[in-house]
C-alpha cells in the first residue's frame, strides 16, 4: 500500500508542476524489455563527425557537440557503463592546477563523475557547485556530501522551488547543458540530451547566472535580468539563451513554435501550457506537421496537454521507454533546436531555476531529429484518452 501511495504521489506531482519526480524514483510502468542500443550516430550530416559512446549516441561539427542516451531496459546496474558520462569525464579529466569548473546540477550521484570531480579539485582544479538543497544535497542517493568532505564549495538554493538547471561551464571556454541530470537514471534509464558548446558569449551567459545563484545566492524570481548575450551569432548559427523565470522563457518558446512553417517535432517530459498547446495547434491549423511524444506517466492527467493535442486529431504519442522520456525537445522546420533543462509547465516558467537554448543550424537539427526518429519508433498511440 505504501508503495502504491508514493507511486500515486509522484504523479500527482509530476503532472501539475513538471517537476523531475519519477526520474528520482525511476518508476516505471511497464516491465522493461532490453533492447539493442546503437554505438554511434547513424547517416549524419556530411560536415558531422560521429563521436563513439559504448552506450550512446554522439556527434560534433565545429563549435558544438551533441549527445543523446541510449537506455536498454535494464534494470542491472552491471551493465551501466560507458554512457555519455565519459566525453564529460574526460573534458573534466583535462583540466589542471589553476584551471575552473562551474556546476549547476539540480541532482549529482554518477559515481564515476563525482571521482573525475574529486580528482580534478585534487590536482588543484578551482570548483564551485550550485546544486538544488533538497535533492542535491539532501538526498540519501547524492554524491554532493562527498565533494562537500572534500573541500569543494556548494550552494544549495534553500527553497522549496526547485535549482533545476543542469549544466557545467569548464574552464571558461565550453558549456555542458540539455536535460541529462548527472545521475545514474538519467544516464542509464532515461532519455536524455547534452550539447557542449565552445563560446566565450553562450559562457558568459551562463556564468552571468551561475555567479548570481552561487556569489549573490540569488534564485527563482528573485534572479535578476542580467543575460550579457541573449541573442548572438557563434560561426554563422544563430543562438537564443534564455534563463528561467526572469526571462519569461515561454515568451521566446512560442515565438519560436509560431515561425515554423514546415514542422514541429518535440519530445517532452512534461507538458501542462495550453498556450504552447494552443500555438502548435494553430501551426497544424495552417498546414504545418507537428508531432510530439510524451513521457507516458502523467500525461493522460487533465493537466497534461496530451489530450488536447489528441483529441484535435494531431499526431502525439506516449513514449515507449519502460522508465522516462525525459527529453525537453522542440525542433522546428527540422533546422532549429529548442532543448535545456525547462519543461513546459507553471512552475518551470514562474519558480524554478531553468535554462533553455534555441540554436538555429541545421546539421544539429537532423542529429535531434534522428533522436526524434528513434523515439518516435518505440513510441504508442494513447488508448486510454477519451475526446469528447
Not at 509530476?14 to 522493461?32: N, R, W, Y
Not at 570531480?117 to 538526498?139: N, Y
Not at 501542462?272 to 507516458?296: H, K, M, P, Q, Y
Request: charged share 15%.
Amino acid at each position: 500500500m505504501l508503495t502504491a501511495l508514493v507511486v500515486v504521489i509522484a504523479i500527482a506531482i509530476s503532472s501539475f508542476t513538471g517537476v523531475d519526480v519519477l526520474d528520482l524514483l525511476g518508476i516505471s510502468t511497464a516491465a522493461p524489455t532490453p533492447t539493442a542500443f546503437v554505438t554511434e550516430v547513424a547517416n549524419v550530416p556530411g560536415n558531422v563527425t560521429t563521436i563513439n559512446i559504448p552506450q550512446g549516441f554522439g556527434a560534433q561539427k565545429g563549435f558544438w557537440q551533441v549527445y543523446f542516451t541510449a537506455p536498454t531496459g535494464s534494470r542491472d546496474p552491471s551493465t551501466y557503463v560507458g554512457g555519455i558520462e565519459v566525453r564529460l569525464i574526460a573534458a573534466i579529466n583535462e583540466l589542471k592546477r589553476g584551471d575552473t569548473l562551474d556546476i549547476a546540477a539540480f541532482e549529482f550521484n554518477l559515481p564515476a563523475l563525482t571521482q573525475a570531480v574529486l580528482d580534478a579539485k585534487a590536482r588543484g582544479v578551482v570548483i564551485r557547485m550550485v546544486t538544488d538543497t533538497q535533492h542535491g544535497l539532501e538526498d540519501d542517493n547524492a554524491t554532493v556530501p562527498q565533494l562537500v568532505a572534500a573541500g569543494i564549495p556548494v550552494v544549495g538554493d534553500q527553497r522549496s522551488a526547485f535549482m533545476h538547471n543542469k549544466f557545467m561551464i569548464i574552464n571558461k571556454h565550453t558549456v555542458w547543458t540539455g536535460s541529462w541530470n548527472y545521475t545514474i537514471n538519467d544516464t542509464y534509464r532515461n532519455n536524455n540530451n547534452a550539447v557542449a558548446i565552445r563560446s566565450q558569449r553562450l559562457v558568459q551567459n551562463y556564468q552571468a547566472e551561475f555567479n548570481e545563484m552561487f556569489e549573490q545566492g540569488l534564485f527563482g524570481p528573485r534572479s535578476p535580468v542580467n543575460t550579457p548575450n541573449p541573442r548572438f551569432t557563434q560561426d554563422g548559427v544563430p543562438i537564443q539563451v534564455y534563463f528561467s523565470p526572469e526571462d519569461k522563457v515561454l515568451e521566446p518558446l512560442i515565438a519560436a513554435l509560431n515561425g515554423a512553417r514546415r514542422s514541429v517535432h518535440f519530445m517532452t517530459f512534461s507538458f501542462t501550457d495550453f498556450d504552447v498547446a494552443s500555438a502548435l495547434l494553430n501551426r497544424a491549423a495552417a498546414g504545418v506537421t507537428v508531432r510530439g511524444i510524451f513521457e507516458t506517466v502523467g500525461s493522460q492527467t487533465t493537466a497534461s496537454e496530451l489530450g488536447t493535442l489528441f483529441c484535435a486529431g494531431l499526431d502525439a504519442r506516449q513514449d515507449g521507454n519502460p522508465f522516462v522520456l525525459h527529453h525537453k525537445v522542440f525542433i522546428v522546420d527540422e533546422t532549429t533546436v529548442i532543448t535545456g533543462s525547462f519543461n513546459i509547465s507553471s512552475n518551470a516558467t514562474n519558480s524554478n531555476d531553468e535554462n533553455l537554448l534555441i540554436i538555429q543550424d541545421a546539421d544539429l537539427g537532423a542529429l535531434f531529429m534522428q533522436e526524434f526518429n528513434r523515439r518516435w519508433a518505440e513510441a504508442r498511440t494513447p488508448t486510454a484518452i477519451t475526446c469528447q
